[in-house]
């Protein structure tokens, strides 16, 4: 008899710990407005000498389970932080009531697992992260992998998951397994505390039977609140937005969490406040919705950003108010403005000194919309501002606007080009360089889900690797990862796995010839687009010398893609046209306009703080430091 066939207690199972983590996982759910969605929908993959004996393992066999039992459905990835990277597009998503879990060996498997999980805990978006670790029991000290801590023996690589993991256990033995999974699912499907999760399992702990009570292994629901908002923080709400002679809203990504979408477009019926949006709460409303503004802060429209200046009262709806959205606090100008927070986190509801309600977005607004039935702003207010939008509406008509068919496109004129193809079906994805901000002031959402802009962690490499995710969520819409040639070289490797697995991704490469974006910002700040493009070392060995050989398109042609090449607007729509009604993977490869036209659009419409030297000898520096304190001195604290 072997140590799985031997008599159990009654009342429970003989599994590995693996075996039965992964059973757990089978079975667990959450539970929001009636509606029932898995919570840990499949698990993402690389083995290795850490996890192919227990968690590989434990997958294959529950995967081919014939008694009945739940299965866990596997994505094999190409590299870890990518994987990470999917889990968080597809719970993005679902809306995040359903995630992902992802797997890796010990090591550098573990290790690169953190800048993903970072992007998760920023943006608040549930992934579990199950990366093995060194043995528990040290047989052998240290083993393959392992990094020595003279001074401590329970350190491990591992531990760099902590900081960036809203919970975060080792499991040294296997009962621990039970509190801990535990807390790791009420992590995850909490609101406010939801992020990174990880489970750190030593190799030698996952082979571990154990005999798991049944209980710990049946079907549970987790139920995902909606706190309402205490009594007089409504009164007090609604007593705000009734003095306010210039009230604007900024919705942020927790419109969207709180599929609160109804209720802010009722609330902006009811109130004509207009309703301006970061980049994670783009979308909240339609581009065309009468009271909406567009992007506000430092990639936001001139309407929106005006608004922001001149508004007596800024209601602040699931928005963490980064820097980008206050542009680094000098947006908000009226003397007397006064900020009123919408958050289930309270950080995040008494940022600015505001008026804090702690509850849930959807309930809020839905309860200010029967506290506020008799109160709409002023005739002329509305009429203000959406005459400013008509106008900015054909200042992105021109941007988009195409000279002639036989030119090269500028970045600007590529959105152009695809807003013109696209349907509210449509999900475009996007996170670093200088395509956010053309996206944020430029793009049309049509749909809740439509505008995929990550930018808490605003991470290069993010974008192909989540449109699979998001494809995964979403089998039957277009799935679009526009990417530059900088954030493309960060993380192609996902690729092989939209391939591998049949997911029509469509992938539009920008290529500028270097770090745009930066190039930019390098010119605005003294240091003049240092090390920025992708060129050959000059005659004196500077970064000034001939365009690098580079052949994006080749490269996803040689993953597997079908490369569409796009020289004019003209090939342009035509690629992206078949790209669209493609059903395998597909990439539009198009060179834009020279490397230093990054759009069309008018420039940034609000500043954002990026210090400058104090002092330097070049005069580039000099300038750019006196329009540093310039911009400064309008700097504010909201108190």
């Known amino acids: 008899m072997n140590a799985t066939d031997r008599p159990t207690p009654s009342g429970s199972i003989r599994l590995t710990v693996a075996q039965a983590l992964v059973a757990f996982l089978a079975r667990q759910y959450t539970e929001r407005d009636g509606r029932r969605h898995r919570l840990i929908a499949a698990t993402w993959g690389i083995f290795g000498h850490g ?19 739940a299965t ?231 309407v929106a950003d005006d608004l922001a200046r001149s508004a007596d009262l800024v209601v602040a709806v699931g928005t963490r108010l980064t820097d980008f959205t206050t542009a680094s606090a000098t947006l908000f100008q009226h003397p007397g403005v006064r900020f009123l927070g919408i958050n289930l986190d309270p950080c995040d509801a008494h940022k600015q000194a505001a008026e804090p309600v702690v509850a849930d977005a959807r309930v809020v607004l839905e309860a200010l919309c029967a506290e506020l039935t008799a109160h709409r702003v002023a005739p002329g207010y509305e009429a203000e501002y959406r005459k400013a939008k008509d106008q900015w509406e054909r200042l992105v008509d021109r941007a988009y606007r195409a000279p002639e068919e036989a030119a090269r496109p500028t970045q600007a004129q590529v959105l152009g080009c695809l807003d013109a193809l696209v349907t509210e079906e449509d999900v475009i994805v996007n996170a670093a360089g200088s395509l956010p901000g053309d996206l944020h002031r430029l793009w049309r959402a049509r749909s809740p889900r439509q505008y995929h802009v990550e930018y808490g962690y605003s991470c290069m490499g993010y974008e192909i690797p989540a449109a699979l995710g998001i494809a995964l969520a979403a089998p039957r819409k277009p799935v679009w990862a526009l990417v530059g040639d900088g954030s493309y070289l960060m993380n192609p490797t996902e690729i092989v796995t939209a391939v591998q697995e049949g997911v029509p991704l469509k992938v539009v490469v920008l290529d500028n010839h270097g770090y745009a974006s930066i190039g930019g910002l390098s010119g605005a700040v003294g240091a003049e687009g240092f090390a920025t493009r992708y060129v050959h070392r000059g005659p004196q060995g500077d970064y000034d010398g001939m365009p690098l050989p580079l052949d994006l398109g080749a490269n996803a042609a040689s993953l597997g893609m079908t490369v569409l090449r796009a020289h004019t607007i003209g090939d342009l729509r035509e690629a992206l046209a078949e790209a669209r009604a493609s059903e395998r993977p597909t990439c539009v490869y198009v060179e834009t306009e020279t490397p230093d036209i990054v759009s069309g659009p008018p420039p940034a419409q609000a500043w954002w703080d990026v210090p400058v030297a104090e002092t330097a000898t070049r005069a580039s520096a000099v300038r750019a430091r006196q329009e540093y304190d310039r911009q400064a001195r309008a700097r504010r604290r909201h108190l």
């Open 51 to 69: 996890n192919v004996a227990g968690i590989g393992q434990a997958l294959l066999e529950t995967g081919t389970a014939t008694d009945g039992d």
């Open 72 to 302: 866990m459905p596997f994505h094999q990835g190409r590299n870890e932080q990518a994987m990470v990277h999917a889990a968080v597009g597809y719970a993005r998503h679902c809306g995040r009531l359903s995630a992902h879990a992802v797997t890796t060996s010990i090591g550098p498997g573990a290790t690169n697992l953190v800048t993903g999980a970072a992007l998760a805990t920023i943006n608040r978006l549930p992934v579990l992260l199950l990366p093995g670790d060194v043995f528990a029991t040290r047989p052998a000290d240290p083993v393959l992998q392992q990094l020595e801590v003279p001074y401590a023996g329970d350190v491990c690589v591992n531990d760099t998951l902590r900081p960036v993991s809203r919970y975060f256990d080792r499991i040294t033995r296997p009962e621990a397994l039970i509190p801990a999974a535990l807390q790791a699912m009420r992590v995850l499907t909490d609101p406010v505390q939801t992020g990174a999760v990880t489970l750190s399992l030593p190799q030698d702990v996952q082979v571990e039977a154990y005999d798991w009570p049944r209980e710990f292994l049946r079907e549970r629901i987790w139920r995902v609140r909606r706190p309402r908002p205490d009594a007089e923080e409504l009164r007090a709400a609604a007593r705000a937005v009734r003095a306010a002679q210039r009230p604007l809203i900024i919705a942020g990504g927790g419109v969207h969490h709180s599929a609160a979408e109804d209720a802010l477009r009722a609330f902006a019926d009811s109130t004509g406040i207009p309703v301006a949006s970061t980049q994670a709460g783009k979308g909240s409303l339609r581009f065309d919705h009468p009271s909406d503004v567009g992007a506000v802060g430092h990639t936001g429209t001139a």
